[in-house]
């Protein structure tokens, strides 16, 4: 069963040096990280030439791969047609990061949805922009993975399905993000058993819903075991789960939210991003551990 998955991580919450995130995903065993920023800057605003010299030697160096690209593609307003052009520029380029790099995935999202605005009004111009999005990763063979996400138009299981069915490509699939479901009032077992064709990509963050805030996997209420157990067991998951602890303040997490950092991560919960990594990676062992002596 566990032959089937590779653990990965967005490893820039352990640090913003890219060679120290390398060196502590490889100390803990592991050999890939979610890339989505290196040396204080975002994946997006590398290029293809700047990852070949400056990222993918310490890439070969630690024999570290890469599962997904982290990007921010589609966390832009959806009436914001100047950031819409930038981020197709931006995404022509990740594709071109991605093949470098022999991954598969860009992680992207659906459009933040004007405070106090009916998101299901966009529905049409949401679906129009992701065709457009599609498209371009089509034409390098690169499957966009939509995160479910606060405040974006695919923040319920309902909108994300929408997206699905309507789009319906093979290079735009699902990344299960159990945390963001829970944050947005949602029960992720419904959501798992509404979106389960699509899923293609998990990222392993939990939260509770008393103060919408962020736990170690397993302790809150994403019912991460539970679904995991379903994923291996019953349903032949195969891929990637994807550490994304968000149990430490880290520097590029200003750049991830609508709101201030410090209504996501209230209180540190571990001495150092690197220590905060680890505590998710062991819980998901100990997870993954769980599951397969049932």
């Not at 070969?60 to 950031?83: L, M, N, R, T």
């Not at 159990?178 to 009032?185: E, P």
């Not at 798992?192 to 509770?208: S, T």
Request: overall charge negative; aromatic content about 8%; glycine content about 6%.
């Amino acid at each position: 069963m566990l032959d089937r998955v590779c653990i990965s991580g967005f490893a820039d919450e352990i640090s913003s040096d890219f060679e120290e995130q390398l060196k502590t995903v490889t100390e803990l065993g592991m050999h890939y990280i979610s890339l989505r920023s290196a040396d204080k800057k975002g994946i997006a605003d590398y290029t293809a030439q700047e990852v070949q010299t400056e990222l993918l030697p310490l890439l070969e160096k630690y024999q570290v791969k890469v599962s997904s690209i982290g990007s921010p593609i589609g966390k832009v307003g959806v009436v914001d047609e100047e950031g819409f052009e930038k981020q197709k520029v931006q995404l022509l380029e990740l594709c071109k990061i991605c093949k470098l790099l022999d991954c598969r995935f860009i992680r992207m999202f659906s459009f933040f949805i004007p405070e106090g605005k009916d998101a299901d009004s966009y529905r049409e111009t949401v679906i129009t922009k992701l065709r457009q999005l599609v498209e371009i990763a089509k034409q390098h063979d690169i499957i966009l993975i939509h995160e479910n996400e606060k405040d974006i138009y695919g923040d319920t299981k309902e909108r994300c399905r929408t997206l699905f069915e309507e789009i319906s490509d093979s290079h735009f699939q699902a990344a299960f993000d159990f945390a963001n479901f829970v944050q947005c009032g949602e029960d992720t077992e419904e959501c798992w058993d509404m979106l389960k064709p699509y899923i293609v990509y998990i990222h392993i963050k939990d939260a509770v819903t008393t103060d919408n805030e962020n736990v170690v996997c397993g302790t809150g209420e994403g019912k991460i075991e539970k679904l995991l157990d379903r994923a291996l067991n019953q349903e032949g998951y195969q891929g990637f789960l994807t550490l994304e602890p968000h149990l430490v303040l880290f520097d590029s997490l200003a750049s991830l939210e609508t709101t201030e950092a410090e209504n996501v991560i209230k209180k540190n919960k571990a001495e150092t991003g690197a220590d905060g990594y680890a505590m998710q990676y062991h819980a998901l062992c100990a997870i993954l551990e769980n599951i397969q002596n049932k």
